[in-house]
């Protein structure tokens, strides 16, 4: 994997500067990977906004069925989708004017990463926040 898509001072600047995360595949199932995430940067001031397409709220906020019905400004758009369906996602962030992307662990799709870089958006992919957040906070 291309180590732009790991770049610190990108990764910094949406751990520490953003403040609305939009969480593509969180719902209220605790025991996934996503609502950690979310709960996580919740706990660390951020915004959270979960798009799924049953609309039920998570972690206290209304859920979305797609970014384009968000009705805020989104810093990053976390993509909690397998692979295969995260072009479409990155596609939809670009779209809405998002201004990064967020490609957890295991969530690998370099073109789309590319589309996003040429939209001017910021890419981060196959890090984990939690983990990243942990390591910046670290004395």
């Known amino acids: 994997m291309d180590e732009r898509f790991a770049d610190q001072t990108v990764v910094r600047r949406m751990l520490w500067d953003s403040q609305t995360w939009a969480f593509v595949g969180l719902s209220a199932n605790p025991t996934r990977t996503v609502y950690d995430q979310a709960r996580l940067l919740q706990e660390r001031g951020k915004k959270i906004v979960p798009v799924h397409p049953d609309r039920a709220p ?58 996003a870089l040429a939209a001017g958006l910021d890419v981060v992919m196959d890090r984990c926040p939690a983990v990243e957040w942990s390591l910046r906070h670290r004395r």
């Open 58 to 115: 998570v972690l206290g906020e209304q859920a979305y069925a797609s970014l384009a019905e968000v009705p805020v400004p989104i810093d990053v758009v976390g993509v909690y989708r397998r692979a295969e369906a995260a072009g479409e996602v990155v596609d939809e962030a670009i779209r809405v004017g998002a201004k990064g992307v967020w490609l957890p662990l295991d969530v690998i799709d370099e073109a789309a990463a590319e589309r």
